[in-house]
């Protein structure tokens, strides 16, 4: 029997894609498609694919052409592929010719010709653009804006900010055409909103009100009650409402997640997360009103993983504080330690203390060690008491996970996806912690 094996992305499988399969067919008795997962094409800077890994395994399963369907997932996957299939021949379209000549050291290599004026990227181009507005006063919109343009279908059309100060010079040309948040709402179809905390609430309302779907740096709200109002109305108007840690969207930390899910360091019993950065915060005079005091800046990413791997129901939860003597809500450092019924969990977080930033994920057969600083992370290690088993993973993550942030909250309105990163229940156990008193 003679195999013949093909990879793709196939997104939105056009008829490029189905003459080339069959003709792959044809080369012999049965064909191996390779659909690149989701990671890989992000890897390799695809960042743009529209729909999701399942989306395109099932289109190609329908197509009746593959006889078997395979996902690739890493770099030098294919000569894997290729001798553990058995593969005779290895076929792609004629617009990588000489890319795969290194294969035919181990199967014979034909590149098929590619049909002209079709390709996914043309058909990816052809669907409207979708018009995202900012608000916010810090350098998160400048950096979030910057990050819009690798993502295929997005375009920035507007801001509103309380003040232009820490906008670059492209935003500020934006934000002088917008006078207030109706006239921005009415001009795009989605909004990213990265104001002071205390101002959220007020923002998604407006948003939601105006028929916007929102992305809103965490924490959405102040208090649960707030949220649940929210989110009750963007699922009455069939909106989206999602939750901005970019943390949620890395690879690194996906992967190290469902590692820690599927018990490479047995039970869970410990997770200590740092997240810190020292910030100018002057005196009470100079005090910049759009500082986030630390456990609204940097609590929803630390305590992510603590109620990803502990879920959210704890027993007890314990504070220490440092405040500002001229500002008793503004914590400049935090340390919040979780009792749950099977583990504990620490977090540190500071705006004006320096500490490591780093994450470890203690087990009863090994720990993850995530080096400073963690929440941007492309790189963890696994650890275990015989140093020889330890194993160290490394993913790609482009623009801090902003982009794939943003791909995210693209795929959940244009209802290629249909769950968030952060499910509700974990963005309501972060507010609800963070409401608690100083
Ligand atoms: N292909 C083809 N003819 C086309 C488009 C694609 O023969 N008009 C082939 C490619 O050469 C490849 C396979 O179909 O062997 C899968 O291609 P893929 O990269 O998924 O599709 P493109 O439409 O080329 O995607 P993009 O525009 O994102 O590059």
Same mark, same amino acid.
């Given at each position: 029997?003679?195999k013949?094996?093909?990879?793709g992305t196939?997104?939105?499988?056009?008829?490029?894609?189905?003459?080339?399969l069959?003709r792959?067919k044809a080369?012999g %008795?049965y !064909?191996?498609?390779g659909?690149?997962?989701d990671?890989? %094409?992000?890897?390799?800077g695809?960042?743009?694919?529209?729909?999701s890994l *399942?989306? +395109?395994v099932?289109?190609?399963?329908?197509?009746? #052409?593959?006889?078997?369907?395979i996902v690739e997932?890493y770099?030098g996957? /294919?000569?894997?592929d290729?001798r +553990?299939? &058995?593969?005779d021949?290895?076929?792609?379209?004629?617009?990588?010719?000489?890319k795969?000549?290194?294969?035919?050291?181990? =199967?014979k290599v034909?590149?098929?010709?590619?049909?002209?004026?079709?390709?996914?990227?043309?058909?990816?181009?052809n /669907?409207r $653009?979708f018009?995202?507005?900012l608000i916010?006063?810090?350098?998160?919109?400048?950096?979030f804006k910057n990050?819009c343009?690798?993502?295929?279908?997005?375009?920035v059309?507007?801001?509103?900010?309380?003040t232009d100060?820490f906008l670059d010079?492209?935003? +500020?040309?934006?934000a002088?055409?917008t006078h207030?948040?109706? $006239?921005?709402?009415?001009?795009?179809?989605?909004v990213y909103?990265?104001?002071?905390p205390?101002?959220?609430?007020?923002?998604?309302k407006?948003?939601?009100?105006a028929n916007v779907h929102v992305?809103c740096?965490s924490?959405?709200?102040?208090s649960?009650?707030?949220? %649940?109002?929210?989110?009750?109305?963007a699922?009455?108007?069939n909106?989206v409402? *999602?939750?901005g840690i970019?943390t949620a969207?890395?690879?690194?930390?996906?992967?190290? *997640?469902?590692?820690?899910?599927?018990g490479?360091i047995?039970?869970?019993?410990s997770?200590?997360?740092?997240c810190?950065s020292l !910030?100018?915060?002057g005196d009470g $005079?100079?005090?910049?009103?759009?500082?986030?005091?630390?456990? =609204?800046w940097?609590?929803?990413?630390?305590m992510?993983?603590?109620f990803?791997?502990?879920g959210t129901?704890?027993?007890?939860i314990?504070?220490?504080?440092r405040?500002?003597p001229?500002r008793?809500?503004f914590?400049l450092?935090t340390k919040?330690?979780?009792?749950?019924e099977?583990?504990?969990?620490?977090?540190?977080v500071g705006q004006?203390?320096?500490? &490591?930033?780093? *994450?470890?994920?203690?087990?009863? /057969?090994?720990?993850?060690?995530?080096?400073?600083?963690w929440?941007k992370t492309?790189?963890?290690?696994?650890r275990? $008491?015989?140093p020889?088993d330890? =194993?160290?993973?490394?993913?790609q #993550?482009?623009?801090?996970?902003?982009?794939? &942030?943003?791909l995210?909250?693209l @795929?959940?309105i244009?209802?290629?996806?249909s769950? @968030?990163?952060?499910?509700?229940?974990?963005?309501?156990q972060?507010i609800?912690?963070l409401?608690q008193?100083?």
């Open positions: 029997m003679l013949v094996i093909t990879y196939y997104d939105f499988l056009h008829e490029g894609h189905i003459r080339l069959e792959a080369l %008795d !064909l191996i498609v659909v690149t997962a990671g890989f %094409d992000m890897a390799r695809k960042i743009n694919v529209g729909q *399942m989306e +395109r099932e289109a190609i399963r329908k197509t009746g #052409l593959a006889d078997q369907i997932e770099e996957q /294919k000569i894997d290729i +553990r299939y &058995e593969v021949i290895f076929t792609v379209g004629s617009d990588w010719i000489g795969f000549d290194y294969l035919s050291e181990y =199967c034909i590149y098929l010709d590619r049909t002209q004026g079709i390709s996914s990227t043309e058909i990816r181009s /669907k $653009e018009r995202i507005g916010g006063e810090t350098n998160i919109v400048n950096k990050e343009r690798y993502v295929n279908g997005v375009k059309v507007g801001v509103y900010a309380e100060e010079e492209e935003l +500020r040309i934006l002088e055409k207030s948040y109706e $006239e921005l709402f009415a001009n795009c179809d989605a909103i990265a104001s002071v205390d101002k959220h609430y007020e923002h998604v407006l948003a939601l009100e992305l740096e924490p959405i709200a102040l649960v009650s707030q949220y %649940d109002e929210l989110q009750q109305k699922s009455e108007k909106l409402l *999602m939750d970019k969207y890395s690879l690194a930390f996906n992967r190290m *997640m469902l590692l820690v899910k599927g490479i047995g039970d869970v019993v997770v200590d997360a740092t810190t !910030l100018n915060i $005079e100079s005090f910049a009103p759009h500082i986030w005091n630390s456990l =609204c940097w609590g929803p990413t630390a992510l993983p603590v990803n791997i502990f129901e704890y027993k007890d314990q504070r220490y504080s405040t500002l001229f008793s809500d914590d450092f919040l330690a979780f009792v749950f099977n583990g504990v969990a620490s977090i540190k004006g203390v320096k500490s &490591e930033g780093e *994450m470890v994920i203690s087990g009863t /057969k090994g720990y993850i060690y995530v080096p400073a600083p929440w492309d790189y963890f290690e696994v275990y $008491e015989n020889t330890n =194993c160290r993973y490394f993913y #993550l482009e623009g801090e996970g902003i982009r794939y &942030e943003i995210s909250f @795929n959940l244009r209802g290629h996806i769950y @968030n990163q952060i499910s509700c229940g974990i963005s309501r972060i609800s912690c409401a008193k100083l």
